[in-house]
C-alpha cells in the first residue's frame, strides 16, 4: 500500500526525448525546474494520482544488478541528492537510446525526487520518472469587457499519466521496491518496462496469491475439464471452493487448502503435478506457505467464473452446494437439463 498525503517535491527537471529511429533530437535541459507551489500541486496530483495498486516490481539485470542504469543512477541519487540533475541526464540518455522502434512516441521525461512516501508502512525517499507522450486540445475561456472570448490550445491532462515509475529508496540489494504504471499498447510496454526500467514482479504476497489463485484456474481449464469427463457444475465447485479457501484464510498452507478443496487423491495427485509444469515452464517456485494478499483475491475474482451458460438460453449462478445440482437427459426430446433444488427464493 502507497501513501503520499505528507509526499514532498523536492527536485524535478525536465527534459524532451525523441524516437531515435524517426531521427526526433533528445533535448536535455541545463537545469532544474523551479516551479510556483501551486504547480507543484499539480505535478504531484499528475505523478501520483495513478499509483495505489498492491503490485511491485523490482530492477533486475541478465549480470549484475549494478549494471542496470537505472538501478546505478537511482543509487547515486539517494546516496548523494546533489548529483540528481547529472543522474537524469544519463536516464534521460538511456530512455533515448531505447527508443527505437517506429511505435514509441516521443515526449516529455519528468525526473524527480520525492520525500515523504510511505509504502508498505516504511516511510522512505523515491524517485520518479515519468513521461508524457499524448497532448489533448482544450478550450480557454478568456473574459472580455462585452462578454467573452474562445480559443483552442493544447496541453497534457493532469487526470492521465502515459507512463511513470516510482523507485522506492528500500530493499536496494533486491533491486529497490517499484511501482509502475504504463496505460499504453504492448510494444510500448515491453520497452518502458523490459528495455528501459528492465523490471520484474516482486514475488511477494501479492504476486504468490495471485500465482496460485492461477495455478488452480489453469488447472480447470487444461486438466480438470470437459474432455477430461467432468462436469461444468463440478469445475465451478472447484474454482469456488479454492475462492473461499483464500477469502476465509490469512496464511495459506498448502496441506490444508488441498485437504479443503480437493479431497480427492486423484484430483489433488493431477493438479500437483499440473502445478509442477507450471511453475517450470514459468521458471518460478511458489512456496507451501505464505500470507494472503486479500488485493490478489479480489483481482482474481473476476477470472473464476462460477456461471453455467446453457445454450443462448440460460445462465445459471453456482455459488455453493455441488449436491443441489443434478443433470440429466430428456429421451423424449432429446435435449439435456439440469434439476436445481432449493428451499426459498427471491
Known amino acids: 500500500m502507497m501513501d503520499f498525503s505528507q509526499a514532498v517535491l523536492e527536485k524535478i527537471v525536465l527534459h524532451g526525448v525523441g524516437n531515435k529511429l524517426k531521427e526526433e533530437p533528445l533535448r536535455l535541459s541545463r537545469s532544474e525546474l523551479e516551479p510556483a507551489q501551486a504547480i507543484n500541486d499539480l505535478l504531484l496530483r499528475y505523478f501520483l494520482s495513478p499509483f495505489g495498486g498492491e503490485v511491485f516490481y523490482q530492477l533486475a539485470h541478465e549480470e549484475a544488478l549494478e549494471e542496470n542504469p537505472i538501478h546505478a543512477a537511482s543509487s547515486r541519487v539517494f546516496d548523494?541528492?546533489?548529483?540528481?540533475?547529472?543522474a537524469s541526464l544519463?536516464?534521460?540518455r538511456h530512455l533515448f537510446e531505447q527508443s527505437n522502434h517506429h511505435k514509441i512516441k516521443g515526449g516529455e521525461l519528468y525526473v524527480v525526487l520525492l520525500r515523504r512516501c510511505v509504502v508498505e508502512g516504511e516511510l522512505v525517499d523515491a524517485l520518479g520518472i515519468f513521461k508524457s507522450e499524448n497532448k489533448e486540445t482544450f478550450l480557454k475561456i478568456m473574459p472580455k469587457s462585452e462578454g467573452y472570448a474562445v480559443d483552442a490550445d493544447s496541453g497534457i491532462n493532469i487526470n492521465r499519466l502515459d507512463k511513470g515509475c516510482l523507485i522506492f529508496n528500500t530493499e536496494r540489494e533486491q533491486g529497490y521496491k517499484l511501482a509502475v504504471v504504463d496505460r499504453l499498447n504492448k510494444v510500448e510496454a515491453q520497452y518502458w518496462r523490459d528495455l528501459f526500467l528492465k523490471v520484474e514482479q516482486r514475488e511477494d504476497a501479492y504476486f504468490q496469491t495471485h500465482s496460485y489463485l492461477d495455478v488452480c484456474r489453469s488447472f480447470v481449464d487444461k486438466v480438470f475439464n470437459d474432455q477430461n469427463q467432468v462436469s461444468r457444475p463440478d469445475q465451478i465447485e472447484l474454482l469456488n471452493r479454492s475462492m473461499d479457501y483464500f477469502n476465509e484464510h490469512s496464511t495459506f498452507e498448502e496441506p490444508g487448502f488441498l485437504k479443503k478443496v480437493m479431497p480427492a487423491d486423484d484430483v489433488s495427485a493431477a493438479f500437483e503435478e499440473f502445478k509442477h509444469e507450471?511453475?517450470?515452464?514459468?521458471?518460478l517456485a511458489l512456496p507451501l506457505?505464505?500470507?494472503?494478499?486479500k488485493q490478489a483475491v479480489?483481482?482474481?475474482?473476476?477470472?473464476f467464473k462460477s456461471v453455467l451458460k446453457l445454450d443462448k438460453n440460460f445462465h445459471v449462478y453456482i455459488h455453493g452446494d455441488r449436491s443441489r445440482v443434478l443433470r440429466g437427459r430428456d429421451e423424449e426430446t432429446g435435449l439435456n437439463f439440469y434439476q436445481l433444488f432449493f428451499e426459498n427464493e427471491s
Do not use: G
Not at 548523494?80 to 547529472?86: A, E, G, I, Q, V
Not at 479480489?298 to 477470472?303: A, C, D, E, Y
Open 298 to 303: 479480489q483481482k482474481s475474482k473476476r477470472k
Open 278 to 283: 507450471y511453475q517450470a515452464q514459468r521458471e
Open 80 to 86: 548523494d541528492p546533489s548529483s540528481f540533475y547529472l
Open 90 to 92: 544519463e536516464i534521460a
Open 289 to 293: 506457505e505464505f500470507p494472503v494478499s
